[in-house]
């Protein structure tokens, strides 16, 4: 989107273009205007799509100059900035049809929110026929929850992606933590609940924003809540987020329920994750003969194996052969940077760039995505490359 901003604030108008440039699709500061006479006397020929409006300065006598600006660009959404509150100036921002304010200093998280909202309301962000992803841990602790919400923030930061990550344990979901210091305002109950109100607007505003186009929505933290949440409310929710999201990953945990059954009826593809050892194999084939059981298509099921280190006893065709099914990748054991990138709650990628998990989950994107992207290289450069050249 191209944004006009209004405003003498440099330091606000740096912050602005910082983050505005950090979306995707990218938001343009395309022209600026000192205060609203200045905007209002040099009316850009080709409107913006978005204003961004700081009013903390604003006097009275300049006030009525709003309605002006509104109507030479009746198409464009407005952004009021501003430090403290003026009912005057609000009420008159509300008449012409102004509905985002936020406060100053400004909180990132709630610019990008309201971006998002603007977004979705324009359709910039254009309907998509998002794929839903299903991770599961054949056994407790195979690494399910640390990869899923770690892919999740790599197709997002290397591949560009949309992606929203559904935490859908019943009880002591734990998504958010792993890649997020944030607690969840909305949980998943809390949607279920008031599913009548579900649009993508109201699905992003409840979600944990890790990083620009990957959002996080926690799970029903009170199992009563919990025990309300319908099969269909999963439907309900994967459709809309499905048109909005490029991927959305489930992190099913290892429950098999009538909620979780749901889910995986619905995933294009199930990942199963486990360690290469015997009580995980155990584990894994009775997931996979349920699988079976249900009739879900062989190649919708692909293993990954966490934590895995070559030369051990048990090959990977070994366990390919008792399972039944292909593996699509392996992720190497690095306790120290998975460690402490859980008990931080910031993401892999974020805190150990260089380690072998990080490169893991670039070649997953890859496969995946089913692209090697022709940045590609520009993509293991950027974050590995670097490294190099700061040491
Ligand atoms: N590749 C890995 N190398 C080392 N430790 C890992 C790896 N993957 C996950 N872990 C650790 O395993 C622990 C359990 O992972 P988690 O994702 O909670 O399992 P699950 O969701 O399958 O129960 C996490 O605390 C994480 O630090
Ligand atoms: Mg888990």
Do not use: W
Not at 63 to 78: I, T
Not at 114 to 120: G, P, S, T, V, Y
Not at 316 to 344: F, I, K, M
């Amino acid at each position: 989107m191209k944004a006009l901003l209004i405003s003498n604030d440099e330091r606000l108008q740096a912050e602005l273009a910082a983050q505005g440039s950090a979306r995707l699709p990218a938001l343009q500061l395309s022209a600026g205007r000192r205060d609203l006479r200045d905007a209002v006397e040099r009316v850009l020929p080709a409107p913006p799509e978005l204003v961004l409006f700081d009013a903390s300065e604003v006097e009275p006598p300049q006030a009525q100059l709003l309605e002006s600006l509104a109507r030479h660009y009746p198409d464009a959404s407005f952004i009021l900035l501003t430090r403290a509150p003026q009912h005057e100036l609000l009420i008159r921002a509300m008449r012409v049809g102004m509905r985002e304010v936020l406060p100053l200093p400004l909180v990132h998280r709630a610019l990008h929110e309201a971006l998002d909202r603007i977004e979705i309301e324009r359709g910039v962000t254009a309907v998509r026929e998002g794929k839903a992803l299903a991770f599961m841990s054949c056994k407790g602790g195979s690494g399910a929850t640390f990869l899923a919400t770690n892919f999740g923030y790599a197709l997002a930061a290397l591949a560009g992606r949309k992606v929203l990550l559904l935490d859908l344990h019943g009880q002591f979901g734990d998504a958010t933590l792993y890649v997020s210091d944030q607690k969840p305002a909305m949980t998943l109950s809390d949607i279920c609940s008031q599913i009548g109100r579900l649009d993508a607007a109201f699905l992003e505003s409840c979600l944990v924003h890790v990083a620009p186009g990957y959002g996080v929505l926690g799970a029903a933290d009170d199992p009563t809540m919990a025990m309300q949440m319908k099969p269909d409310h999963i439907d309900a929710i994967l459709r809309v987020a499905r048109q909005h999201y490029d991927y959305v990953l489930l992190d099913v945990g290892r429950q098999i329920d009538a909620l979780s059954l749901r889910a995986l009826d619905q995933a294009d593809a199930i990942y199963p994750v486990l360690q290469l050892a015997l009580p995980d194999i155990r584990d894994g084939r009775r997931l996979l003969d349920i699988f079976r059981s249900l009739g879900y298509p062989a190649g919708r099921t692909r293993l990954i194996v966490n934590r895995y280190e070559k030369g051990g006893k048990l090959r990977l065709a070994d366990l390919e052969q008792a399972l039944g099914a292909e593996v699509l990748h392996t992720v190497p054991n690095d306790y120290l940077s998975a460690t402490d990138s859980v008990n931080q709650g910031i993401p892999l990628l974020q805190l150990a760039r260089h380690s072998p998990v990080a490169r893991s989950l670039a070649e997953l994107v890859e496969a995946v995505t089913e692209r090697r992207l022709p940045e590609s290289k520009g993509l293991f450069d950027r974050l590995f490359g670097r490294a190099e050249a700061e040491h």
